[in-house]
């Protein structure tokens, strides 16, 4: 073997098998041990205070008429005392009937303190309105679209109650199971099933594992929670980012220099993906919201060299830094065999990542599982999802795509919270590819004419005599 086969060898590995290895899977086998840990720490249920503190539940209202109702019975059905909560409905310019659910609720909740607030200056402002209005020792913020478990606010003043170094913390968010068990077509069935699956893994083992090393990167805005003490020194929330709740992770992990925690037995159910096109759409405005916050703190605290101690470096560096590179290597499969690498060794390698990343899928998915313990039904649903768990690798892939696209469209757009979906920007590339062959055509036809003309001019101005 020569030494440019050895070394050609070598990178192909390196950027293939080994780094992934190293910044993905390790890591998430470290967290398994950590995660088992923890459970075996925290196997003692926590105690009840001894006095429920009062509680401010912030809902942002946006067209909500369809789900505001469920959202606030749950708020009422849960086990936390009513007489120690008091809901803030902060509309943020609503042109359907959420007004009208909020009044009927008035009625159908009579337990439930509720104050509606108009905003109309975005979601950013509206949240701002409502803390500003609160007199509660602890605030929480949940999305409309969304039902609360009945025992999560419990849980969250519990942890609170009992960890008083903890100021701001971020609930598990799921996707809402019997919404994902209506599903009327097969192909967003499965996609729901996969985006189940997905979260349940990134809340229930990947933030909890990152709680326990301090390395949350970013606090659920769907679902959130803080001391108002803490908030209240913050900047609060900004409307100069689509990302205002990792702006407010960022403020106050630089700025306070705050633990953000997980609270895993605090549920939030939300709405499944409505399809291909809300989930090209989400994913880049996360994209982007991670750029657009990176940029409005100071640079010197997002230095390279803290990749491996600092969870906001690594992930600018992993999503980001790495994203191209991972774009080309994966193009550049496709022109291996012109570097000498065999087609049985390129397809070896991509079994090889794929089913290191499967193994790693099914490990969060045992993690997850052991979580859910404490919601039988739900974890009797996730359960059922098992075969769901190989599909994550392939699904991931995609994301991966989508999200390349959001650092793309950051470049030479502005930010805003709805932006084109994949069906306008497959019309645009459609289009914009057939105006280019069709001026290529053009260009095709208007050179080959000129060549027919001065070839026929040549032959019309050549000498009788010379037609022999």
């Not at 923890?38 to 912030?58: F, G, H, Q, T, Y």
């Not at 709405?271 to 100071?298: C, D, H, K």
């Not at 830094?321 to 060794?345: E, G, K, Q």
């Not at 590819?433 to 026929?456: C, H, I, M, P, T």
């Amino acid at each position: 073997m020569t030494a440019q086969s050895v070394l050609s060898s070598f990178v192909f590995w390196s950027a293939w098998i080994i780094i992934p290895l190293i910044v993905e899977i390790v890591p998430s086998f470290v967290s398994i041990f950590v995660l088992a840990r923890r459970r075996i720490r925290d196997r003692k249920a926590a105690p009840d205070p001894s006095l429920w503190p009062e509680v401010s539940v912030i809902v942002p209202v946006y067209n909500s008429e369809r789900t505001l109702e469920a959202c606030l019975g749950s708020i009422d059905g849960g086990t936390y005392p009513t007489e120690q909560l008091r809901v803030f409905l902060v509309d943020n310019g609503s042109s359907d009937g959420s007004f009208e659910v909020f009044a009927r609720c008035q009625d159908s909740l009579p337990s439930l303190r509720m104050q509606w607030l108009r905003a109309d200056q975005g979601k950013s402002k509206a949240l701002n309105m409502a803390l500003y209005n609160t007199e509660a020792k602890y605030i929480v913020n949940i999305d409309s679209d969304g039902i609360l478990d009945p025992k999560a606010l419990t849980n969250l003043v519990r942890k609170f109650e009992n960890h008083p170094e903890v100021n701001c913390m971020t609930g598990a968010v799921l996707t809402n199971p019997s919404q994902v068990e209506e599903t009327p077509t097969h192909g967003l069935h499965l996609l729901r099933r996969i985006e189940f699956v997905e979260y349940a893994q990134a809340f229930l083992a990947g933030r909890s594992y990152s709680s326990e090393i301090n390395a949350i990167y970013t606090l659920s805005g769907a679902f959130s929670a803080f001391r108002k003490s803490a908030i209240l020194k913050s900047r609060m929330y900004t409307t100069d980012t689509v990302s205002e709740d990792t702006d407010l992770t960022f403020q106050m992990r630089y700025i306070q220099h705050e633990r953000v925690a997980m609270c895993d037995d605090a549920i939030f159910l939300v709405s499944p993906i409505s399809g291909m096109n809300e989930l090209y759409t989400q994913r880049q405005r996360w994209q982007r919201g991670t750029l657009e916050v990176a940029r409005l703190f100071p640079q010197s605290k997002l230095r390279l060299r803290r990749v491996f101690s600092d969870i906001n470096v690594y992930t600018l560096v992993f999503d980001h830094t790495f994203a191209f590179p991972r774009l080309i290597w994966y193009v550049a499969l496709l022109f291996l065999m012109a570097m000498n690498v065999s087609v049985r060794v390129i397809l070896f390698s991509v079994l090889l990542i794929f089913a290191l990343y499967v193994i790693e899928s099914y490990l969060y998915f045992a993690c997850a599982l052991a979580l859910l313990r404490m919601d039988p039904p739900l974890r009797r649903f996730y359960l059922r999802q098992w075969w769901v768990v190989a599909l994550l690798p392939f699904y991931n892939t995609l994301v991966f795509f989508f999200r390349v696209a959001g650092i793309i469209n950051s470049v030479d757009t502005s930010a805003a919270w709805h932006t084109r979906n994949l069906s306008e920007e497959w019309a645009d590339f459609r289009r914009a590819l057939r105006e280019s062959l069709d001026s290529a055509k053009a260009a095709y036809w208007r050179v080959f004419g000129v060549l027919n003309a001065n070839a026929a001019d040549a032959q019309t101005s050549q000498p009788k005599g010379d037609e022999s």
